[in-house]
């Protein structure tokens, strides 16, 4: 049985249709990534999900509960990371998770979880004492606090530094291995790329596509660009598939016959007995695939 499972689920606001009809399922354990520009209906469909807003038409169920009307019992099973939650700022870290696991049935160690996510030098300091990525590490303590099954992400790493970002997603991942379900939204597409096993693209409150990163890849015919130096004065480069652009020492070749196009040069290389340093063949990201299927839609307008 899927975790959530949301049929042609609509949501307006005047004459704004938000969420215009969407459909997705997200099965147990999975990481799912609801993408999409500014206003393309996310948080609409995430509220609606954890039961903060209601919808005009359409089904949903997670964790076999209707949202609309699962009340506590619903609550207790899912976790919620916000954007920007408010915070009690003459508590301490250690308070406020203990006060937060005091509200659930089912909960999680405080100081264990105050660990897990990195704030374990901050266990006494007061919420006002904190950076903007301490405040969001503690949002997420305070999401999973009740041991959800489900953890609902609202663009869990905006405002991290690098090395706090990669930190979170370790501990993203490692959520995963623990059984929980997570439904994610970001606007950093290297983000989805790395957690999620499956990503949606929303965009007019419609959904474009849906898909593992991989499948979005392959569905988008994107080419891929092989690089390399190369030396000043070279002997006559072999036939490829399109025309290289060679500048500044460099070769490159947006193709779409990676795999002929890299035996043909790295044999004629070895005939020559020319040395291709620094060769890399870079398939579409995630994020062409995105800006593609996005921007695309913007002509149709
Ligand atoms: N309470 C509201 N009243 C009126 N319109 C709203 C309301 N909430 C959202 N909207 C409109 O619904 C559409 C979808 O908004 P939503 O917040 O769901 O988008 P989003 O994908 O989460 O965007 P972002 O990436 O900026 O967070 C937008 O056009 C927005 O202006």
Known sequence: MATIAVHDLVRAYGSVRA???????????????????????????VEILEGYRTRDSGTVEVLGYDPATGGAAYRARIGVVLQSAGFEEEFTVRELVRLQAALYPRRHEPDELIDVVGLGEKRTTRVKGL??????????????????DLLFLDEPTTGFDPAARHHAWDLIADLRELGTTILLTTHYLEEAQRLADRV?????????TEGTPQELRDASDLPTVISCRIPAVIADLPELSARP????GRLRLVTRAPVPDTSRLTGWATAHGIVLSDFAVTPPALEDVYLALTEEHDDDR
Do not use: W
């Open 19 to 45: 969420v215009d009809g969407i459909t997705f399922t997200v099965d147990e354990g999975e990481i799912f990534a609801l993408l999409g520009p500014n206003g393309a209906g996310k948080t609409t469909t």
């Open 131 to 148: 950076s903007g990525g301490q405040r969001r590490r503690l949002d997420l303590a305070l999401g999973l606090a009740g041991a959800p």
């Open 200 to 208: 949606a693209v929303l965009r007019g409150g419609r959904l474009l």
């Open 245 to 248: 652009r060679l500048r500044d």
